[in-house]
C-alpha cells in the first residue's frame, strides 16, 4: 500500500491549538495527551486514508469531505492524489456543516 503524505491546514493548526488551551484550563497532562492522540490519529490516514467515513452532510459529502472521528473530535480532510489534507478539527457538537461550507 502507498503511503499518503499529510498536510493538515493552518485553521485545522489552529484548532487543534485551541482544543488544547481548553483542555489545559483543567489539566494540563489531559490537554496534551488529547492533542498527542489527536495527532497520531491523522497520522495514521497516510497508512490508512479511507478509515474515515463520508460525512453525512450531503453538500459536505459532493465535495469529497471525509471524518475521522477522535473521541470528541472530529478531523475533516479530503484525499487529493496522494495527500490527506485536512481542512478542521473541531468537537463533535459544532456545527461542522456551516463551518466547513
Known sequence: MS????AILQI????????????AEDSPTAALAMTDKIID???????HPHIGKIV?????A???YRMLIIDC????????NDEVV?????????DYPDLLK
Open 86 to 94: 485536512v481542512y478542521r478539527v473541531l468537537h463533535g457538537m459544532r
Open 3 to 6: 503511503k499518503y503524505k499529510i
Open 73 to 80: 473530535y472530529i478531523a475533516f480532510y479530503k484525499l487529493i
Open 12 to 23: 485545522a493548526r489552529e484548532d487543534i491549538g485551541e482544543i488544547f488551551f481548553y483542555i
Open 62 to 64: 459532493k465535495q469529497d
Open 56 to 60: 453525512p452532510d450531503g453538500e459536505l
Open 41 to 47: 490519529k491523522i497520522d495514521k490516514l497516510a497508512e
